[in-house]
C-alpha cells in the first residue's frame, strides 16, 4: 500500500528575499533512499500570499489525498529548527503578504476553537532530529504570519472525512544563524567556523538541514503505514 506525504514550503516575502523553506522542499521530495519505498512525495511551494494558502492547500488535499502533510517554513529570529505544537485561530492585519494584500480580520475562523494541536508522533520526530545532531525547540508559537495560517488550514483538514490523518510544521532558521555545532559539525576539525568561507559554511548547513528533515520523513512515513 502506497502512503502519499504532501510537503509544502513558501516562496518569498517581505523581508526576506530567499526563503529557504522552498529550496528545502523542493529538494526533499527529490530525496529517494529504501525507507521511503512506497512513499508517494507529492511537493508544493506556496506564493506567500492568504489567498493562495486558502485557495491551493484544501485543493492540494482534495487532489492528493494524503496520508501526511509537512509544511516548512523559515523563522527569521530562530537559531534552531522548531516543531510546532500547534496552530492559533489568529493572523495579524497589520504585515502584508508576498503579493501586498492584509487579512481583513484578526481570526481565521469563526467559532471555531483558538487552538489546534498538531497531529504527529512527537518523540519519534524528535528522536529522528537528535540522531542528526539537532537539538530541536518545542515551540507553541507558530506567530500570526502565513506559517501559522497554513498549518491551521491543514489542521482543519484533517479534521474533515478523507483528511490527513497526520499533519506537523517545522520551523526552520534562516541558514547563516544556524549553527555549526548545532548541526554537528565541530567534528569538523582544522576546518573551524573561521575557516570556512560563508559560501562553504551554508551549503554544510543545507546539506545537515537537508538530511535531517529525511530522516523527519522517514519517521512520518513509518507512522502512517
Known sequence: M????????FGRFP?????????????????????????????????????????TLP?????????????LGVAGRADRVRIEQVARNRTSVLFPD??????????IMAGAPFVRRGRFP?????????????????????GTYLCNFA????LDAADRDGGPRLVVFVHVPPLHRL????????????????????RCYV???RARLLATLEALLVSIAAAVR
Do not use: C
Not at 151 to 154: K, L, N
Not at 179 to 198: D, Q
Open 203 to 205: 551549503a554544510a548547513e
Open 15 to 55: 523581508g526576506a528575499p530567499f526563503n529557504p523553506a522552498a529550496d528545502l522542499a523542493t529538494a526533499l521530495v527529490r530525496r529517494r533512499r529504501p525507507a521511503l519505498a512506497g512513499v508517494r512525495l507529492v511537493g508544493h511551494v506556496f506564493a506567500t500570499r492568504w489567498d493562495e494558502v486558502d485557495g
Open 151 to 154: 498549518y491551521w488550514r491543514a
Open 98 to 107: 508576498a503579493g501586498g494584500a492584509r487579512r481583513a480580520h484578526l481570526g
Open 179 to 198: 549553527g555549526l555545532h548545532r548541526l554537528g559539525l565541530h567534528h569538523l576539525g582544522r576546518a573551524s567556523p573561521r575557516r570556512l568561507s560563508r
Open 122 to 142: 512527537a518523540a519519534a520526530l524528535q528522536a529522528a532530529l537528535r540522531t542528526h545532531g539537532i537539538d530541536a525547540a518545542s515551540s507553541r508559537n507558530a
Open 59 to 71: 485543493r492540494l488535499v482534495a487532489q492528493e489525498k494524503p496520508d501526511a502533510v509537512l509544511l
Open 2 to 9: 502506497t502512503a502519499t506525504i504532501l510537503v509544502t514550503g
